[in-house]
């Protein structure tokens, strides 16, 4: 099948959260399935520096933005396994320091920066040759792909229009921008309505991804239930009730290849289930690298997270500020709201032989953590898939997490089943119930006989990409088949 992806980040040319390796790992396991496998993102600062094989693509975009026409060029590549990637060099707005912001601020000129990359989406899968069947949008940015495509195909007589498919990998997020901005879309005001991409008066242009996408994904099965609630549908669960029918949830995969505990650059050390030594050995070296004291006997606890207010972070910084009372360490990388780094900071420097704290963005540092940790912290508030967990199990570090979303579809509590055991989770979202929680982890932490018994359950437990990606194949073959026996011409 001809699949063209697009996503604002991909993995390893951008990235600031799971979206990243989620769309990276897809791309990269269609094509390998045989399917001819296109990616649309945006070529923002340091990609053509850093990735030497990039080719110039002979085709100029142009493309009106409200009144103004914008132009790009294009750049690609082919990765090993056959996923063609297309950059869209577009200077004015992605040569920048952030992709979304700087210092935990917005541009200004989000709304048009996406609204242009869904055009030039939208554009492309009109005009490659041979033209995707399929057209796959992830998040927000591209959220307006759809639309573009059905409008061109009802009013701009585009015949053979692909079929679309809207994954929402975190619904808090969703475009929500003045009314002001439609011009930008240059489409008719027909669509400015409750049943299209009107939301309160603005224009949302994730809903117009999920009024007129042909399918609807989640990713994970529980977040698929959790967004049609009035408590985490975010002002979008009536839309989503309604178009029910087209909605599936499915969970990420991990890409085993990227995160390995054998020849991986990142780590100090090797490791895995038949030689379980060096994992100490990440651990001694992890201590050495955030300052913290060589004790093999402590418990670690790993934290890597965006530090925004969905991850759990209010509750995590008052339930450590507890239990660091106790004789622990906790290592953590992260970036986002300052009062979060903030909280870290304050406690690093009241603890400064317990707590490791390094701000930023550091991919080696984020392998070590799940490699060196005993145990990894994911207090989410909401968690719609979650991949640090699974992450963490693969590398023998035992989640803590709270049962929501993703994190509730992938990780086993010994209450839910003692025999497959492999981490430990929470209901309330409170730090009583975090403490508790981490309390047992200590408990855990005491029992050699049982934390190996969990870690040889993480590490076997299997979240690979075959099985994700094949299901997101079958989502393929439900739109192609719908736009079959859909009268030709006539909208789906
Ligand atoms: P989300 O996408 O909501 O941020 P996930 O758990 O799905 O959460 O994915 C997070 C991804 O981003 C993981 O690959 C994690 O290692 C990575 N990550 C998050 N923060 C950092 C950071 N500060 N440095 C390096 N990697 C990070």
Not at 26 to 41: E, I, Q, Y
Not at 440 to 457: I, M, Q, S, T
């Amino acid at each position: 099948m001809r699949i063209l992806l697009a996503s604002s980040e991909v993995y390893p040319y951008s990235k600031s959260g799971g979206l990243a390796d989620m769309v990276a790992a897809l791309g990269k396991f269609l094509a390998r399935a045989g399917h001819d496998v296109g990616l649309v993102t945006p070529l923002y600062r340091g990609i053509r520096e850093r990735f030497r094989l990039l080719q110039p693509f002979r085709y100029r975009l142009e493309v009106p933005l409200g009144h103004a026409t914008v132009s790009a060029t294009l750049w690609t590549t082919a990765a090993p396994d056959g996923l063609r990637l297309y950059f869209v060099d577009q200077p004015a707005f992605f040569q920048r320091r952030g992709l979304y912001g700087e210092d935990d601020v917005a541009y200004a000129d989000n709304a048009a920066r996406f609204i242009f990359l869904s055009k030039a989406v939208a554009h492309l899968a009109r005009h490659l040759t041979p033209p995707p069947e399929v057209v796959h949008v992830h998040d927000w940015h591209v959220g307006l792909v759809p639309l573009l495509i059905r409008d061109a195909a009802v009013r701009g007589g585009w015949r053979e229009a692909p079929g679309t498919c809207l994954t929402i990998h975190n619904l808090a997020y969703q475009g929500v921008y003045p009314r002001a901005i439609y011009e930008a879309t240059n489409l008719p005001w027909s669509y400015f309505t409750h049943e299209g991409l009107e939301f309160h008066g603005h224009v949302s242009l994730l809903k117009a991804g999920v009024a007129y996408a042909d399918a609807l994904t989640a990713v994970s099965p529980q977040y698929a239930q959790e967004i049609q609630t009035p408590e985490q549908g975010c002002g979008l669960d009536g839309l989503l009730r309604a178009r029910a029918g087209r909605l599936s949830g499915i969970l990420n995969g991990v890409d085993y290849e990227e995160w390995r505990t054998r020849n991986n650059p990142s780590l100090v050390h090797g490791y895995d289930l038949a030689d379980p030594d060096g994992k100490a050995a990440n651990k001694a070296a992890l201590q050495h690298e955030l300052g913290l004291p060589a004790r093999p006997e402590v418990p670690l606890f790993g934290i890597v997270s965006r530090l925004v207010d969905q991850k759990g972070i209010d509750i995590e910084l008052t339930a450590l500020t507890e239990l660091l009372a106790s004789d622990i360490q906790v290592a953590v990388l992260g970036a986002g709201q300052p009062e979060f780094e903030e909280g870290f900071l304050r406690l690093a420097d009241l603890h400064p032989e317990k707590v490791g704290v390094r701000l930023g963005y550091n991919h080696g540092l984020a392998h070590r953590i799940e490699a060196g940790s005993d145990f990894f912290l994911m207090p989410s508030k909401f968690e719609p898939c979650g991949l640090n967990q699974m992450y963490s199990l693969r590398y023998g570090t035992i989640p803590v997490v709270r049962a929501t979303g993703g994190l509730d579809d992938s990780v086993i509590d010994i209450r839910e089943d003692p025999a497959r055991a492999n981490g430990i989770k929470f209901h309330e979202y409170s730090s009583a119930a975090l403490a508790k929680a981490i309390r047992k982890a200590l408990a855990l932490h005491g029992d050699p006989e049982l934390v190996a018994h969990y870690r040889f359950n993480g590490m076997t437990a299997d979240f690979s990409w075959d099985r994700t990606a094949a299901e997101y194949v079958a989502v393929y073959e439900r739109i192609r088949r719908a736009a079959r026996e859909a009268v030709p011409g006539a909208t789906r």
